[in-house]
């Protein structure tokens, strides 16, 4: 592990903030944030609601705009890429598992479509075993449950390719076997294809067995960064 | 029993006013009566429209014996009326006003200019202006009625649309669907009453043209060409607003603004 630390450090960071700030309607949302994301990490992002968790990943997926600082995707401003394949780039699984009207299918294919690539059944298979989820392929989004809905918003996320993932409680809805199932899947996707993740998480717990550093955001402001232990340690001995 | 007493036209047309003024306002006294209070609101809009239709019929008597170009100011001047109404249905996008008034020009402008050319509509300003008005009236609410179901779909589908979005999809095709269901509800009337055309409803423009003399027959077919001339109108209209508007209510990063009200409330705490 720490072998792999510094390999990691001496690289570029696959996303940078620089001082971002994001206000609607006078409030600030999001106050002078900055941290950098390295190929293979986890991030955990906790703080209590309403403290910019989920706007912080509406910004670099671009859903929503800083209102100033930068956000550097790859070495690349990111107001240098397009939206579109930023956001293909910047793969973001939200809270409630929102899937589009259709069948599973037609749910994994949307995002590559969008970039003019059809997947194939046999591809669509493979991303559906990933996320547990084979022969589902052709089941109607009305016959999922809350945890099969997620799953299959994860994989239509990981249908994109992404080379960041940006995860919003993505248990948050869950019972505590589907959470435990998300967990160990997310652990194999992030092991096996290296993708870095910024997992928004209001579990401590969740935040020490899946990441490798720690954000806290309280208010807008990130209040500390750093190793998994370090920062849990002290955030526990204040709470 | 009015013209025996009043020969003139003038006078009897003050006459035919005061009695359905009459009428109007002992039904409004018969609401007060049930507690329905509509009093004030009802004395306001028949002041209203008695002055602007007496307006309207001045300057129409200016006008028809003026040149065929102020016929077209004055249907330039009710478009930009009707944009500032039908706009009013999406407040919040900004050049909504702008959209919408090129829509109706085009929509109902292009209509009546093609039939005037055809000869549908004759080259005169007594046929020019009031047809050209139906059809701006039609594209008017053919447009709030699109406008209004597509902020309404919008607001209701935001989680969807961001969904399609944040899979890296083009706003155009994150709301087309939304494009399409307000084009349809708008369409609905004017579809509706071309159906129930002559069975439920005998149009004012057939009623005037039997008032004045035409033939039942033409009166009734004529009817029919401005119907369907109507539903042409206002979809071309409807369906430019909508597509406009489309546009608007995003950003120049591909964000969506128009944002369902407790969304709104969610993230600015």
Not at chain 1, 204 to 225: E, H, I, Y
Not at chain 2, 231 to 248: E, F, H, M, T
């Amino acid at each position: 592990m720490p072998g792999r630390n510094l390999k990691v450090k001496s690289m570029q960071p696959v996303v940078e903030l620089r001082a971002v700030n994001r206000k609607v309607n006078g409030y600030s949302i999001l106050k002078d944030i900055s941290f950098e994301l390295f190929v293979g990490e986890v991030l955990a992002v906790i703080g209590p609601s309403g403290s910019g968790k989920t706007s912080l990943l509406r910004v670099i997926n671009r859903l929503d705009e800083p209102t100033s600082g930068e956000i550097i995707f790859q070495g690349e401003d990111y107001r240098e890429i397009s939206p579109v394949e930023l956001r293909q780039r910047a793969g973001l699984v939200m809270q409630k598992a929102i899937l589009l009207p259709g069948s599973v299918a037609d749910n994994i294919r949307f995002g590559p479509a969008q970039r003019g690539i059809s997947l194939t059944d046999q591809e669509i298979n493979q991303l559906l075993k990933q996320v547990d989820l084979e022969g589902f392929r052709d089941r109607e989004i009305s016959n999922l449950s809350g945890g099969e809905a997620q799953r299959i918003c994860l994989a239509r996320a990981l249908a994109n390719q992404p080379q960041v993932l940006l995860l919003d409680e993505p248990t948050s809805a869950l019972d505590e076997d589907s959470r435990a199932g998300v967990e160990a899947l997310m652990a194999e996707v992030i092991r096996e294809q290296k993708i870095p993740c910024v997992w928004v998480t209001h579990q401590l717990s969740q935040a020490a067995r899946m990441a490798t550093r720690v954000l806290v955001l309280d208010k807008g402001k990130l209040v500390k960064v750093g190793k998994v232990d370090e920062v849990l340690n002290a955030q526990s001995m204040v709470s | 029993m009015l013209s025996q007493w009043f020969p003139d036209e003038f006078t009897l047309g003050i006459a035919q006013a005061a009695v359905a003024a009459a009428f109007l306002l002992l039904f409004s006294f018969f609401l007060l009566r049930i507690k329905i209070n509509l009093f004030k609101e009802i004395l306001i809009a028949m002041l209203r429209s008695l002055v602007q239709i007496v307006a309207v019929g001045s300057v129409l008597i200016l006008v028809l014996n003026g040149p065929i170009v102020l016929g077209g100011l004055v249907l330039l001047g009710m478009m930009a009326s009707a944009a500032i109404t039908a706009a009013r249905r999406v407040k919040n996008i900004p050049g909504a006003q702008r959209a919408v008034f090129f829509s109706i020009v085009l929509g109902s402008g292009s209509i009546v200019a093609l039939m005037t050319f055809v000869g549908v509509i004759e080259w005169k300003l007594e046929s020019i202006i009031p047809v050209g008005s139906m059809m701006i009236n039609g594209g008017m609410i053919a447009c709030a009625l699109g406008l209004e179901r597509f902020r309404a779909e919008v607001q209701a589908h935001t989680d969807q649309i961001e969904t399609r979005l944040a899979l890296g999809a083009q706003p155009k095709i994150a709301t087309d669907e939304y494009v399409r269901a307000a084009f349809q509800a708008s369409m609905i009337p004017r579809i509706d009453s071309m159906r129930s055309l002559g069975i439920v409803w005998i149009p004012g423009l057939m009623a005037g043209m039997i008032l004045a003399g035409s033939s039942p027959l033409y009166a009734g077919i004529y009817q029919f060409v401005v119907i369907a001339m109507l539903l042409v109108s206002s979809g071309v209209s409807a369906l430019i607003s909508v597509v406009l508007v489309q546009k608007r209510i995003f950003s120049k990063a591909d964000q969506l603004l128009l944002k369902s009200t407790d969304d709104v409330i969610v993230r600015s705490r």
